[in-house]
């Protein structure tokens, strides 16, 4: 069965930092991997995909790197703001059903 | 932002009672999915659908059954709520046709609280 587990639980680090936050997963046999940001009571925004074939994606600040086959993924974040505190997932992506298995995240605060 | 809501967004409900809930996409994707959010839990896939018709369970399915009659409706249904079923529950949506340029990526619903009292 497949494990995504993602550290550290919780983060905070003062404003214009870059921070990294890391995902591992048990299975290297997955199609994609995908980073989402979640604000308190709301649902999950789609961040970065990484097809299993690539080894980065970067988007603005954002940089999402994949090692299938050691089984890690890191999230980057450059010049972090406090528009930035939020809690981070990653999940990835297996099966015939191309379900998500998610982590269970990363709370990050920003302090201003 | 994908075109996909949930309705209703909240649902306070008795237990032993029936809940249905409603996930509709505009984007015409194949794969629909059912997750449900708690704490200490993470995000759990329930149900989801490969196409009209086609359903098949996920991880945790007991308790909870779906149907899909259209491309764009998916719809949950709790035969007899528990209280063991309140949570946050999300609708996915994901193309595996590589149209979009992200072949298999899942886009999130608004998510729905439900209350089992």
């Known amino acids: 069965k497949q494990e995504v587990t993602q550290i550290p639980a919780a983060l905070s680090v003062p404003e214009g930092e870059n921070l990294v936050l890391n995902c591992s997963f048990t299975?290297?046999?997955?199609?994609?991997l995908q980073w989402f940001r979640q604000d308190p009571g709301k649902g999950l925004t789609s961040l970065l995909l990484i097809q299993s074939s690539q080894r980065e994606q970067t988007s603005g600040r954002l940089n999402a790197s994949l090692d299938k086959s050691s089984g890690r993924s890191t999230l980057y974040i450059a010049a972090s703001q406090p528009g930035d505190s939020a809690t981070y997932l990653c999940?990835?992506?297996?099966?015939?059903?191309?379900?998500?298995?998610f982590g269970s995240g990363t709370q990050l605060t920003v302090l201003p | 932002d994908a075109g996909i809501t949930q309705s209703p967004r909240h649902k306070v409900t008795e237990t032993g009672t029936p809940v249905t809930l409603r996930c509709h996409q505009t984007?015409?994707?194949?794969?629909m999915y059912w997750y449900r959010q708690d704490p200490g839990h993470g995000l759990r896939l329930i149900h989801y659908?490969?196409?009209?018709?086609?359903?098949d369970k996920g991880e945790v399915s007991d308790g909870y059954s779906v149907s899909r009659s259209k491309t764009e409706d998916f719809l949950l249904t709790l035969e007899s709520a528990t209280s063991s079923q309140t949570s946050v529950y999300f609708c996915?949506?994901?193309?595996?046709?590589?149209?979009?340029?992200?072949?298999?990526?899942?886009?999130f619903g608004p998510g729905t609280r439900l209350t089992v009292l």
């Open positions: 996915a949506i994901s193309d595996s046709s590589g149209r979009t340029g992200s072949y298999n990526e899942q886009f």
């Open positions: 984007e015409n994707h194949r794969y």
């Open positions: 299975d290297s046999a997955i199609y994609n």
């Open positions: 659908s490969y196409g009209v018709k086609d359903t």
């Open positions: 999940a990835v992506v297996t099966g015939s059903a191309r379900q998500l298995t």
